[in-house]
Nanobody, 112 residues
Framework: QVQLVESGGGLVQAGGSLRLSCTAS????????MGWYRQAPGNERELVAK???????NYADSVQGRFAISRDNAKNTVYLQMNSLKAEDTAVYYC??????WGQGTQVTVSS
């Protein structure tokens, strides 16, 4: 049974930072491509960032230079460091694994 458990969301002022974590079980984490998506009310779910097993990363244009995705294979955990947060970053953030598994989501709210 695959489980992706996110943590680290919350309320932060614009310009602040948060770090999201996602710990996986039930998959071979070290060979899995991991990603973070987000969905704001009324919007479709969109890719924020992803990281391959080899460490290659890519980002949505809207977060490039502000967010950083990383992984710790020893802990089966992927992180999303979010800096210089903006009100438009407010959304539910979801962890994604192997192109098919989803976490339950964690709310990020940025106040302006």
């Amino acid at each position: 049974q695959v489980q992706l458990v996110e943590s680290g969301g919350g309320l932060v002022q614009a310009g602040g930072s948060l770090r999201l974590s996602c710990t996986a079980s039930g998959i071979i984490f070290s060979i899995s491509t991991m990603g973070w998506y987000r969905q704001a009310p009324g919007n479709e779910r969109e890719l924020v960032a992803k990281i391959t097993s080899g460490g290659s990363t890519n980002y949505a244009d809207s977060v490039q230079g502000r967010f950083a995705i990383s992984r710790d294979n020893a802990k089966n955990t992927v992180y999303l460091q979010m800096n210089s947060l903006k009100a438009e970053d407010t959304a539910v953030y979801y962890c994604h694994a192997e192109g098919r598994y989803w976490g339950q989501g964690t709310q990020v709210t940025v106040s302006s």
